[in-house]
């Protein structure tokens, strides 16, 4: 079992922290834990919210006669002690995305800053499969870690006030998909047609943490054609 310590952050939330590494494994750990929280919850349990190596989970404490803290973290080591018998229930995704520069804002720089041709840039960014460690900064918006440390490229030091939905972006090793419009820092190098967000669906996203994205190119003519 991985190493982890709790915390308390308030009267009303804990964060489980299983240390500073990321890892796949160590991150499927804590979707396992999350979804069985979700799918069989302890008496209090609010909601939690899973990062890279952190589960925070908010309950209520007046559902506890004495010390919540720690009844909470008692109930999570149960949890814990059987979430590798529950496999996450996850899909692979393939995103389109076109990498014209009408649409890849930052690819020449992206190119230029690791010394390669927009070709070699976007071969190596479409020519891995990526893991979803978790959604946040606006709702539906994938965090995907690994991107290769070829193209690895900082934030922007002055972030864009508006980037269009479905771009997708590379921010130090990780790479990501606005699903809305929205303000933002990411090294954009393409865009999607694709819809991240299904408002009239059971899952309001398309993406769920724990799911793999494989992106594959596509022109601004197929582009075109998904409108």
Same mark, same amino acid.
């Given at each position: ?130 893991? =979803?460690?978790? $959604? ?5 918006? #994938?965090? *995907?870690?690994?991107?290769?440390? &070829? @193209? ?41 047609? =694709?819809?991240? $967000? ?5 899952? #309001?996203? *398309?993406?769920?943490?724990?799911? &793999? @994205? ?14």
């Amino acid at each position: 079992m991985d190493d982890f310590q709790y915390a308390a952050l308030s009267e009303t939330a804990i964060i489980i922290d299983f240390g500073k590494k990321i890892t796949i494994e160590k991150n499927t750990r804590i979707l396992q834990l999350a979804e069985r929280l979700a799918n069989n919850p302890f008496l209090g349990f609010i909601e939690s919210v899973p990062s890279y190596t952190t589960l925070t989970i908010y309950y209520n404490p007046l559902a506890f006669s004495e010390n919540p803290y720690k009844q909470v973290c008692l109930l999570i080591d149960d949890y814990l002690s059987i979430t590798e018998q529950f496999p996450l229930d996850t899909k692979t995704v393939s995103i389109p995305v076109c990498y014209d520069l009408l649409f890849g804002f930052d690819l020449q720089e992206v190119a230029s800053t690791n010394k390669l041709t927009t070709d070699q840039v976007i071969n190596y960014h479409k020519n891995k499969i990526y893991h =979803v460690f978790f $959604l946040g900064f606006t709702p539906g918006f #994938p965090f *995907l870690g690994g991107v290769d440390s &070829k @193209i690895a490229t900082p934030r922007k030091e002055t972030p864009r006030m508006n980037i269009p939905a479905g771009s997708v972006g590379i921010a130090g090793n990780q790479t990501g998909i606005y699903p809305i419009d929205s303000p933002g820092g990411w090294q954009i190098i393409g865009r999607t047609p =694709v819809s991240l $967000l299904q408002i009239d669906q059971e899952s #309001p996203t *398309l993406i769920q943490p724990g799911d &793999k @994205i494989k992106f594959y190119s596509i022109t601004k003519e197929e582009f075109s054609s998904y409108y």
